[in-house]
């Protein structure tokens, strides 16, 4: 990793600020020469959200602030709202952030695919899974597609690393942190994080059970905040459409959607593309932790190792199925019922 890194970093904390201040620490100083970093100490009871869900504590307003942070950083940062020229210098500049974003082509989009010398996962328990996902040729051809998506497509400003880690949680607060890996790339990209994460960790729950708490509460509790999630995005991203429809975004032009039932339609295929290729990053996300380099404290912390792979397993198959397969979906309801098929409970 660059030292460069740092720039974007507190350039991303401070563009997203702007967007979304509710929902990002104020940077009060950054020293390039130095990649020195002043900004606000998220003071306690803030506790990282991965650490919360591994512990079972509910955070009734996670899905209403994540959706608030995500609609805002990715709409006023796309074509929707802004002419070309501003764009076009908005993704010159993090073209500059390329060695972080060729971590994520190895780590993400290739690495698990392939035979390497950082891969690992529970063995011998998922010796055959993982062999499974390296000769898959219906996945690879998947994920060839989204990662030219993530090289090519420069949709808007994106967090880059949008997983549970990267959020610190109250009950009443959410703070995203770590926009180390922010560039231009897919929206998607940031929102399939967020719910593929989600939904490793309603996957460790079984693991996480004991007699005192079988956890299936707050399962159907992660369960809720994935739907709500997408469900209040999607409401408050085309709403900040319609209200900007007029304004210089030169995507849809509105003398060109100049009546209401095509505009409709746009937003309609827009919105679905942006679902399908949500759930296929968040998938490819969601395979790179159970057989890649970097795994999640959510499937690492359960001490069996048995316990740990039948979970990773479920886990493994889910995500599987749904990048293979993401374009057969219509709702997030549907995709929930899918993720609870796989659920030995």
């Not at 650490?51 to 996670?62: H, Q, R």
């Not at 009546?259 to 395979?287: C, E, P, R, V, W």
Request: with cysteine; charged share 25%; aromatic share 10%.
């Amino acid at each position: 990793m660059t030292r460069e890194r740092a720039y974007f970093e507190a350039s991303t904390l401070r563009e997203h600020g702007r967007l979304s201040p509710e929902h990002t620490p104020e940077v009060y100083h950054f020293d390039r020469a130095m990649s020195l970093m002043g900004m606000r100490y998220i003071e306690p009871p803030h506790i990282i959200l991965r650490k919360g869900l591994i512990a079972g504590v509910e955070y009734p307003l996670l899905a209403d602030h994540m959706s608030n942070y995500m609609a805002k950083t990715l709409f006023f940062t796309s074509l929707l709202y802004n002419n070309t020229t501003d764009h076009k210098k908005g993704v010159a500049e993090y073209c500059a952030n390329v060695e972080m974003c060729r971590l994520t082509e190895q780590v993400v989009f290739s690495d698990p695919y392939r035979v390497s010398k950082f891969n690992r996962w529970t063995s011998p328990y998922l010796d055959k899974d993982a062999e499974a996902v390296r000769e898959d040729d219906e996945l690879k051809l998947e994920i060839a597609e989204l990662k030219s998506m993530f090289i090519e497509r420069a949709q808007a400003l994106i967090h880059g690393d949008l997983h549970t880690g990267s959020i610190m949680v109250t009950p009443n607060s959410t703070q995203v942190i770590d926009p180390e890996f922010g560039f231009y790339g897919p929206m998607g990209f940031d929102i399939g994080a967020f719910l593929g994460n989600l939904i490793l960790a309603y996957y460790a729950q079984n693991g996480h059970a004991d007699q005192t708490n079988d956890r299936k509460a707050y399962k159907k509790w992660i369960l809720k905040t994935i739907e709500e999630s997408w469900n209040l995005f999607q409401k408050k991203f085309v709403e900040l459409w319609n209200k900007h429809k007029e304004g210089n975004g030169e995507a849809y032009l509105p003398d060109v959607y100049n009546n209401s039932n095509l505009l409709s339609l746009a937003q309609k295929k827009y919105m679905t593309n942006l679902f399908h290729d949500s759930l296929g990053f968040g998938s490819a996300k969601m395979i790179r932790r159970i057989v890649g380099i970097a795994h999640v404290e959510d499937l690492e912390s359960i001490k069996d190792a048995s316990k740990r792979a039948e979970c990773e397993r479920a886990a493994l198959n889910c995500a599987k199925t749904i990048l293979k397969g993401r374009r057969q979906f219509e709702t997030i309801e549907q995709v929930i019922e899918h993720i609870q098929s796989f659920d030995r409970d």
